[in-house]
């Protein structure tokens, strides 16, 4: 990924009454952002890392500090720094710190976003910091990768360009339109290239494991963008005119698939998860399962988040059962940092915590709790929580919902009636879910292996998640959902993931016993749109008056759209900007026009009224145009509808209806033979990959995407940091300074593995780790080796 493509990535696309973009380069001054450590190498990297970075067309002016001391008169010799990342430890063990609280309350300086960044993170913990220090995040130097530190800093100066913003023009409403505009269209131009590409994957040859893994990455990307657009229309909660649906949902299931999503966040944290879901509650019950899908990912998430030790539990009661409704409480409960008293009344007002709460510090938008208070109150429920300071909080909801039919929200489960099933586990939260499961479905549960029983569950503990079935009798492992099993398992043993589900323990408590039917034939390889042939040749799709011309300014786009269009058999040209797009169109070639409706020059509305304007001047047919739009508000159809478009499809768009379109709007194929046509010219070559001990690619393939210029001038940046580190190692050397040796080793070291040139990186390490044991020989080996290990990464990097 280019840089430009990274700030093309945050960049808002259908953001109406924004300020013009600034000019060329010169026309506005450029980003300050302050570099406060005392480590030469961090220097080097973050140069390395940010030195092209252009936000809104401006760079950025690094302003590089060794202390604390060297820091504060900068920062007091000027007013508009955007963005302080501030090592922890430098002078003195806290000295990040005391600047940190200096800039604020001594300096009155609100707006500067300061990130800590620190490699000794126990040394200042994280609950702690975040607590009685106003910073904006909190990162450890391990965890702040070069794409992170990317997202950080852009993220930094859009939080600092809003407050400014905000500022100079007093409004308050102004800034939640322009704060909910940005957040929706950060996050939707990824997840349009996100849905895209499952959406052809889910086309190409996959066996049954890969589609019900590819599903659930559908289900969640899907699910992930209906948040967003529900954020979008927090101005239509506001004025009371948000509709709630009344469909019929699996509510056990629909909680199990939040926690099945959110459960390797907490695992990644050593944070235990439970779920418990009261299965006397019905199958079908009618409500709104987006947005309670949406109450349910803010409250756990948040929970999840602020929780750095013990657990996080939901549990879902029936309080209640009413003719034809159920009354249903929802808890989340965690271990976590706990609220304050007097936070507590202000937690679920809007834009409150964004600016005061703790979770503004994590990055969250503020406006979670708020949306999660605001569908309650739709739904005719009740929220609130509970909450200790340093003890944890417990959030909950209640609600009444009706009874569907029976069958309408499924919800058959396999048969373990009569089975009587031990149930191995030390942990009593879950052994009590396990119970409580077993006996509504008519099975037995037995607490004690001497009893007679014919199934058992066996479960690990926190510390050796993977149990030991008991001999060769009949057994279900209980275990996280993405542990790795152990090549000794028993392969006919089954295994249900933890947070548990129902449906899934039945079904493997019946597969043990014997009783699960017999699973269906594998289904053959989900064929690539059968009965599509490959996609013509340009000339071909012009000749038959089908070729499509693509107007799309995001790379990401482009390249769904273009594939899209390929497995639909068609042909397409695509163009950066309407302007061109225009152009093209006026040589007659094209059968119909897709077009973006947010271009940087000439947007779809302009193109389409360009292309109304000629047809009718010149009397020419009229040539189809579909809009392509991420923008998800009420109205934009018949806004393109009016603007003289013949249809409209929403980013991301679905295979499915693409090809409606097409097959609706797009000429039929010409009589005519299409002309002979040349053969196409040979793929290029593609560049030779180094070998991976010399140039490892894949840290440059994560930031730029492919090999390509950018990359190249990359690496050669890096080449030219590490020659002088090179020579300053065997300068040490010469003059048997040890401390200098080790110091610039250190430094070449951590240059080279981040660029990927593993093998000058561990020559480096061999260096500096020999002159730590006290091994000068060795290390004047490893060292004599560091001269070749750059001659053939340099070659490597020539090689691109």
């Not at 339109?177 to 349009?192: C, D, G, V, W, Y």
Request: hydrophobic letters at 45%.
């Amino acid at each position: 990924m280019s840089v430009d493509d990274l700030d093309s990535l945050f960049a808002p696309e259908d953001e109406e009454g924004a300020a013009p973009a600034p000019g060329p380069e010169g026309d506005a001054p450029p980003w300050p952002v302050l570099v406060v450590d005392d480590d030469e190498e961090v220097h080097i990297m973050t140069r390395l890392v940010l030195g092209k970075l252009r936000y809104k067309d401006r760079p950025l002016e690094l302003l590089l500090a060794h202390s604390a001391a060297e820091a504060e008169g900068i920062i007091q010799s000027r007013d508009d720094i955007a963005v302080a990342l501030l090592d922890i430890v430098m002078e003195t063990d806290d000295a990040g710190l005391r600047l940190a609280r200096k800039i604020r309350e001594e300096f009155k300086n609100s707006d500067v976003r300061i990130v800590l960044r620190t490699g000794q993170p126990g040394q200042a913990p994280v609950r702690d910091v975040i607590v009685n220090y106003d910073i904006n995040d909190y990162k450890s130097k391990t965890e702040l990768t070069s794409e992170k530190l990317f997202i950080t800093i852009v993220t930094g100066l859009r939080s600092f360009d809003n407050i400014r913003s905000a500022r100079a023009a007093e409004s308050a409403s102004r800034l939640k339109s322009s704060f909910l505009a940005a957040m929706s269209h950060e996050i939707r131009t990824p997840m349009n290239g996100v849905l895209g590409m499952l959406e052809l994957l889910s086309h190409s040859k996959l066996d049954r494991d890969q589609s019900e893994m590819l599903n659930t990455a559908r289900e969640s990307a899907g699910t992930l963008l209906r948040i967003i657009d529900d954020i979008l229309d927090f101005s239509k909660i506001e004025a009371g005119r948000m509709d709630m649906e009344r469909q019929p949902l699996n509510f056990g299931q629909l909680v199990e698939g939040v926690a099945e999503t959110l459960a390797p966040n907490a695992r990644k944290k050593g944070v235990a998860f439970h779920i418990h879901v009261d299965p006397r509650i019905p199958f079908a019950l009618l409500g709104d399962p987006v947005r309670l899908r949406q109450i349910l990912f803010n409250l756990t998430g948040n929970a999840i988040k602020f929780t750095e030790r013990g657990s996080v539990a939901v549990h879902v009661q029936q309080e209640e059962a009413l003719p034809g409704r159920r009354r249903i409480r929802v808890e989340v409960r965690d271990t976590g940092i706990g609220i304050a008293d007097d936070m507590k009344d202000q937690l679920f007002q809007p834009f409150t915590q964004a600016e005061r709460s703790t979770s503004r510090r994590f990055g969250g938008t503020g406006l979670g709790l708020s949306i999660s208070h605001r569908l309650i109150e739709l739904m005719r429920g009740e929220i609130g929580l509970e909450s200790e300071l340093g003890r944890g909080s417990t959030f909950w909801f209640r609600l009444e919902l009706e009874e569907a039919r029976e069958g309408e929200a499924g919800g058959a489960e396999a048969d373990v009636a009569g089975l009587r099933v031990l149930v191995g586990t030390e942990e009593a939260a879950l052994r009590e879910t396990l119970i409580s499961y077993l006996e509504v479905a008519g099975a037995t549960p037995v607490l004690q292996a001497a009893e007679p029983w014919d199934v058992a569950l066996v479960a690990g503990l926190r510390d050796a998640p993977w149990p030991t079935p008991p001999g060769l009798r009949p057994a279900v492992l209980l275990a996280d959902a993405d542990s790795v099993r152990p090549l000794h398992m028993p392969p006919a043993v089954p295994q249900v993931g933890r947070p548990v589900r129902r449906g899934a323990l039945y079904k493997a408590i019946a597969t043990a016993a014997g009783r699960a039917q017999k699973a269906p034939a594998e289904p053959p390889a989900n064929p690539c749109r059968p009965g599509r042939a490959a996609p013509p040749d340009v000339a071909t799709a012009e000749a038959a008056g089908r070729l499509v011309l693509v107007a799309e300014d995001q790379k990401v786009n482009q390249m769904v759209i273009s594939r899209q269009l390929a497995m639909l058999g068609l042909a397409c040209e695509i163009f950066p900007d309407g302007l061109p797009a225009l152009e093209a169109w006026r040589t007659g070639r094209y059968g119909l026009v897709l077009t973006d409706c947010n271009m940087p020059d000439m947007d779809g509305f302009e193109l389409t009224k360009a292309i109304r304007a000629d047809e009718a001047a010149k009397g020419l047919a009229r040539t189809p145009v579909i809009a392509l739009t991420a923008n998800a508000m009420v109205g934009e159809e018949q806004r393109c509808l009016a603007a003289g478009m013949d249809g409209f499809l929403s980013k991301p768009v679905d295979l499915g209806q693409l090809n409606a379109c097409m097959n609706r709007w797009l000429p039929a194929a010409r009589p005519e033979a299409a002309p002979d046509a040349a053969p196409p010219p040979a793929a290029a070559e593609p560049p030779p990959v180094p070998a991976a001990e010399v140039l490892d690619l894949g840290m440059a393939l994560d930031l730029f995407g492919e090999v390509n210029d950018e990359v190249r001038e990359f690496f050669g940046e890096f080449l030219d940091a590490a020659r002088p580190l090179l020579d300053a190692v065997e300068n040490a050397f010469a003059a048997d300074d040890a401390v200098q040796a080790r110091k610039q080793a250190h430094a070449l070291a951590g240059i080279s593995k981040n660029a990927g040139a593993k093998e000058l990186g561990a020559l480096g390490d061999a260096v500096e780790q020999g002159l730590i044991r006290g091994d000068a020989a060795g290390a004047r080996a490893a060292a004599a080796g560091l001269r070749a290990a750059f001659a053939r990464a340099e070659a490597a990097v020539h090689a691109l």
